[in-house]
């Protein structure tokens, strides 16, 4: 089954400013961000992230010349764990 978003991600990463952006930590975790200037959007996809509390939540900030902001607080989308 398809999902709005992963139909999203296809066509952002077929625009050719697209760049791509990956970071991950010796704990096993990544991320990575597929950014499109001319679009003016971005996708930022992320595994293995640590369970955080149920108060708690993870925040998503845009860094730019004139400094970071938070951009988006959300629980995932999508989560999938392998045991």
Do not use: H
Not at 23 to 49: C, H, I, Q, W, Y
């Amino acid at each position: 089954m398809a999902c709005w978003w992963s139909g999203a991600a296809v066509d952002l990463l077929s625009t050719p400013d697209v760049k791509l952006v990956s970071g991950s930590r010796s704990a096993g975790d990544m991320g990575t961000a597929v950014v499109s200037p001319s679009r003016n959007k971005a996708v930022f996809l992320a595994s293995e992230l640590p369970q955080l509390p149920s108060d708690r939540t993870y925040q998503l900030w845009i860094v730019g010349p004139g400094g970071g902001s938070p951009g988006l607080t959300t629980t995932p989308v999508l989560a999938i764990s392998v045991v």
